[in-house]
């Protein structure tokens, strides 16, 4: 059951990708610390049961949910319209949703699609909701990456991944190499404000991110189930990063299994990271708008 005077008691956290995997169980072991938990997913009847589910299963009632597909800009816009008119404050964001696309496909706006739901979106949703994560500070944004970056390096001539054959598995890897870059940026951007931004890998976990033809998407997931670790232990650094006292104040960095690791040097390239900044702000246009140099 919750503890409803527990470390989280008072803070509300906002959780993607939260109907599945460990996006849910980073939402449930919040709430079970007290928090005030907004889940996002982009079925409106799973995320309606996974929060009927935690609330059930924790005995907390403050948790709920919005609906968003996030491959959409516009949609998460909207969505971060919704929580704005909902809530002034937002102590906890844990940017989680992701997947791996094994097939090149273009999103709504035009955008490849890992890129677009891995990497933009994440980038808008964090950059809208400012304002009331930096009401809430002392606040935490999370930012779910995974060691697939190591070994990759960002094309900025070819982010949309247009050039030669489409690999996803480098795909997904670029792209998380960009969450980390994104993670370290923003941690720059924001020094001074109370909000501190770190980035995590998960580990190898079994869950349903895998996306494509069926045969290679089973092959996946059977690789999965047999080397993959459980969502609930890949939800352990997330909810650390998001509750624990330890990493108060802590920004920029990188962490696995809840202790400060080295991510690979492209993702210390400061250069790139302002780069890839500057970058996504054209790409998104009219949508974004951040925190200045």
């Not at 956290?13 to 938990?37: D, F, M, P």
């Not at 005995?59 to 971060?80: H, I, K, Q, T």
């Not at 699609?113 to 304002?131: G, I, V, W």
């Amino acid at each position: 059951m919750a503890d409803l005077d527990g470390i989280m008691a008072g803070r509300r956290c906002l959780v993607t990708g939260a109907t599945a995997g460990i996006g849910e169980v980073t939402a449930r072991e919040l709430a079970g610390l007290g928090a005030s938990v907004v889940l996002v997913g982009r079925d409106a009847g799973k995320c309606e049961a996974t929060a009927a589910r935690i609330r059930d299963l924790t005995g907390n009632p403050a948790v709920e949910s919005l609906v968003a597909d996030l491959s959409s800009m516009a949609e998460v816009s909207r969505l971060a319209d919704a929580f704005r008119r909902r809530h002034d404050r937002l102590d906890v964001l844990v940017a989680n949703a992701g997947a791996l696309f094994l097939k090149r496909s273009e999103t709504v706006d035009g955008f490849e699609r890992t890129f677009a739901l891995n990497h933009l979106s994440p980038f808008l949703l964090t950059t809208l909701l400012l304002d009331p994560i930096r009401a809430a500070s002392p606040s935490r944004i999370v930012v779910v990456a995974s060691d697939a970056h190591r070994g990759m390096t960002l094309d900025f001539d070819d982010l949309q991944a247009r050039r030669g054959r489409y690999w996803g598995m480098f795909a997904y890897g670029r792209s998380k190499l960009a969450n980390i870059l994104f993670a370290r940026e923003l941690a720059r951007r924001l020094e001074g404000t109370g909000v501190t931004s770190n980035a995590l890998h998960p580990g190898f976990v079994s869950s349903s991110f895998f996306s494509g033809p069926g045969p290679a998407r089973w092959a996946m997931r059977r690789v999965a189930s047999l080397f993959a670790i459980a969502p609930e232990q890949g939800a352990k650094t997330s909810v650390y990063l998001a509750s624990s006292p330890e990493v108060s104040g802590v920004s920029g960095h990188y962490f696995a299994r809840c202790k400060e690791a080295t991510p690979s040097p492209a993702a210390r390239d400061d250069e790139a990271a302002r780069r890839l900044w500057q970058v996504s702000e054209g790409l998104l246009g009219a949508w974004a708008s951040g925190p200045a140099e």
